[in-house]
Structures are given as structure tokens and as C-alpha cells.
């Protein structure tokens, strides 16, 4: 069972107190985008093997969203964070790095 700890309340909950939200740090086009865009937010989602990074919101308790850094093959955790950033912190993008050698965030240094 996938156990993650909300970083608002920081209770350390199971999924079932949890809503799983889909891909984290997706970017979302406003009005006047066109068909192109509007259909890559809908429907095209990386589904990685490895690390992921997850929209969760916790349901059953302080009710907000935070996101999530796992392991899709091994449900390994290793971290939660507010949603309100665009991107990971540097702080758990290194302790991913620490365990998966080589590993990159979106391809970039």
C-alpha cells in the first residue's frame, strides 16, 4: 500500500485518505490556445517506469493538494511537497539522485 505524508498537516497517511490528482507540473493553456495544446493538457501524460511526480490531495484530512516524487515499479517514496510550486525542490531532486544514479528531472542538467 502506498503511504505518503501530507506536507501541510504532516500526517503520514495510506491512500485510502487520500484523491489521486494525475501528473504533476503540467502546463496548462488558458484561452486562445489552440486544438493542439488544449488536447496535449486532456489526454497525453508521460507514464513513466522510474520516478514520477504525482498530484495527490489529502481527502480524508486537511483536504489540500500537495504532490509527490515515487517510484512507479517499486512504490518507493521520496518525498512529498506543497502544490503550489512549479517545480520539485532541488532538496528532493537530489536525494532522487542519490538513489538513482544518472537520473534526471525532465531531461535537464
Not at 33 to 61: C, I, K, M
Amino acid at each position: 500500500m502506498l503511504t505518503l505524508q501530507c506536507p501541510y498537516c504532516g500526517v503520514q497517511c495510506d491512500e485510502t485518505e487520500l484523491s489521486p490528482g494525475g501528473e504533476a507540473h503540467l502546463t496548462r493553456f488558458g484561452p486562445g490556445s489552440d486544438d493542439t495544446e488544449f488536447e496535449q493538457y486532456l489526454f497525453l501524460r508521460e507514464n513513466p517506469r522510474g520516478v514520477h511526480f504525482e498530484r495527490w490531495r489529502h481527502a480524508y484530512g486537511c483536504g489540500k493538494w500537495f504532490h509527490a516524487a515515487r517510484c512507479t515499479m517499486t512504490l518507493e517514496v521520496f518525498g512529498t511537497y506543497p502544490a503550489q510550486v512549479t517545480e520539485p525542490p532541488a532538496d528532493l531532486i537530489e536525494k532522487i539522485r542519490e538513489k538513482r544514479p544518472g537520473w534526471r528531472w525532465r531531461d535537464l542538467a
